[in-house]
T-cell receptor, first 113, second 114 residues
Framework: TQLLEQSPQFLSIQEGENLTVYCNSS?????LQWYRQEPGEGPVLLVTVVTGGEVKKLKRLTFQFGDARKDSSLHITAAQPGDTGLYLC?????????????FGQGTRLTINP | DAGVIQSPRHEVTEMGQEVTLRCKPI?????LFWYRQTMMRGLELLIYFNNNVPIDDSGMPEDRFSAKMPNASFSTLKIQPSEPRDSAVYFC????????????FGQGTRLTVV
């Protein structure tokens, strides 16, 4: 059973379009992180959200943490081919907060020129 | 710092053989994680350590899997005996004590068991 469900699992769109990917759970997390993974490499952190309702922007990427800290979304504006990759959300849980880091299955994004 | 270093990058072994994967975390990081990634199951947490002590090994699939961290700069993940279904990319990651900090990943070990 996946603790974090990501949707869609695959997404292929044209350059210039907007998109949103989702990360949902029935559990509350101390924090939510988004990572991007390129082929042959490990995931690399994009952002961390900690407060319910928090919104963070990273250039054309907008991240939101749900009010109840159970879900998150990633919105990309005017997608570019360089945005292609595997996007993973990760939730922190543990006795002292966010020690245990579990990942969703990922959204494989392809941006076509 | 060179980042998290994993070895080997690729490993091909025959079913039944012992396999040992190695990881050197970033110096000063308190937490070390072992993950397994497959297309079907995504990135699964196998086990994680805090200050060299195993905290949660509930993700270790079977007794065939074992992990150790004899000191702050080295960890191993061993599979004995290996099976074809163990074929996957195994990642090691480390992070600082503060749970909201970035987990830094190694480049992974691609294991193929034939």
């Amino acid at each position: 059973t996946q603790l974090l469900e990501q949707s869609p699992q695959f997404l292929s769109i044209q350059e210039g379009e907007n998109l949103t990917v989702y990360c949902n759970s029935s559990s509350v997390f101390s924090s939510l992180q988004w990572y991007r993974q390129e082929p042959g490499e490990g995931p690399v952190l994009l952002v961390t959200v900690v407060t319910g309702g928090e919104v963070k922007k990273l250039k054309r990427l907008t991240f939101q943490f749900g009010d109840a800290r159970k879900d998150s979304s990633l919105h990309i504006t005017a997608a570019q081919p360089g945005d292609t990759g595997l996007y993973l959300c990760a939730g922190g849980r543990g006795v002292q907060g966010a020690q245990k880091l579990v990942f969703g299955q990922g959204t494989r994004l392809t941006i076509n020129p | 710092d060179a980042g998290v270093i994993q070895s080997p990058r690729h490993e091909v072994t025959e079913m039944g053989q012992e396999v040992t994967l190695r990881c050197k975390p970033i110096s000063g990081h308190d937490y070390l994680f072992w993950y397994r990634q497959t297309m079907m199951r995504g990135l699964e947490l196998l086990i994680y350590f805090n200050n060299n002590v195993p905290i949660d090994d509930s993700g270790m699939p079977e007794d065939r899997f074992s992990a150790k961290m004899p000191n702050a700069s080295f960890s191993t993940l061993k599979i004995q005996p290996s099976e074809p279904r163990d074929s996957a990319v195994y990642f090691c990651a480390s992070r600082l004590f503060d749970g909201n900090t970035e987990a830094f990943f190694g480049q992974g070990t691609r294991l193929t068991v034939v």
